[in-house]
Antibody, heavy 118, light 115 residues
Framework: QVQLQESGPGLVKPSETLSLTCSVS????????WSWIRQPPGKGLEWIGYVFYSGSTTYSPSLRSRFTISVDTSKKQFSLMLSSVTAADTAVYFC????????????WGQGILVTVSS | DIVMTQSPDSLAVSLGERATINCKSS????????????LAWYQQKPGQPPKLLIY???IRESGVPDRFSGSGSGTDFTLTISSLQAEDVAVYYCQQYDNTPPRYTFGQGTKLEIK
């Protein structure tokens, strides 16, 4: 059973870079696509992108320019970086495993609330 | 962009009664390569991450009670809870996958409450 846990700062200043890490346990890094999804307070879910164990990435066409997702298989972690943050980036950020066959997000981390504020 | 529209936005159902949530895609989610509809349903309770309920339109994830069922094809899909239990109070989301380019789009959510 895959388990995921996000870590990172809960507060980031405008124009700075947000960096989050997701630690994977209970599964193999080549079993899924490793994804990031965010949810602004009181709103719906927005897929950001994913990374495969090989390091190949795919991003949401509408979001890709400021996001970078990477993987470290030796540590069983994958990461999200978001540059030039604004208040609009305030959200709960979830890491999730994406099943490669049916393209559903079958395991999720608890989520981490990131607030962008000076 | 693909738009997933759920209806209704909120729903109140009596315990033991049927709850039905609809999801309409602006584009066909049927894959011509394997004839599968890439449509999933999630349940999110307050303060928790979403939980996968159903994938490929109608396949229940392991451990999901059989009162949850999914149906549909093409652009129109339905999640049905046959006999509402108190623990089913949550927000429900549909999600589609499109491969040109790869993207994953969620509906806006339907809030389900007890009447």
């Amino acid at each position: 059973q895959v388990q995921l846990q996000e870590s990172g700062p809960g507060l980031v200043k405008p124009s700075e870079t947000l960096s989050l890490t997701c630690s994977v346990s209970g599964g193999s890094m080549n079993s899924h696509y490793w994804s990031w999804i965010r949810q602004p307070p009181g709103k719906g879910l927005e897929w950001i992108g994913y990374v495969f164990y090989s390091g190949s990435t795919t991003y949401s066409p509408s979001l890709r320019s400021r996001f970078t997702i990477s993987v470290d298989t030796s540590k069983k972690q994958f990461s999200l970086m978001l540059s030039s943050v604004t208040a609009a980036d305030t959200a709960v950020y979830f890491c999730a495993s994406l099943a490669t066959a049916d393209m559903s997000f079958d395991h999720w981390g608890q989520g981490i609330l990131v607030t962008v504020s000076s | 962009d693909i738009v997933m529209t759920q209806s209704p936005d909120s729903l109140a159902v009596s315990l033991g009664e049927r709850a039905t949530i609809n999801c309409k895609s602006s584009q066909n989610v049927l894959s011509t390569s394997n004839n599968k509809n890439y449509l999933a349903w999630y349940q999110q309770k307050p303060g928790q991450p979403p939980k996968l309920l159903i994938y490929w339109t109608s396949i229940r994830e392991s451990g999901v009670p059989d009162r949850f069922s999914g149906s549909g094809s093409g652009t129109d899909f339905t999640l049905t809870i046959s006999s509402l239990q108190a623990e089913d109070v949550a927000v429900y989301y549909c999600q589609q996958y499109d491969n040109t380019p790869p993207r994953y789009t969620f509906g806006q959510g339907t809030k389900l409450e007890i009447k």
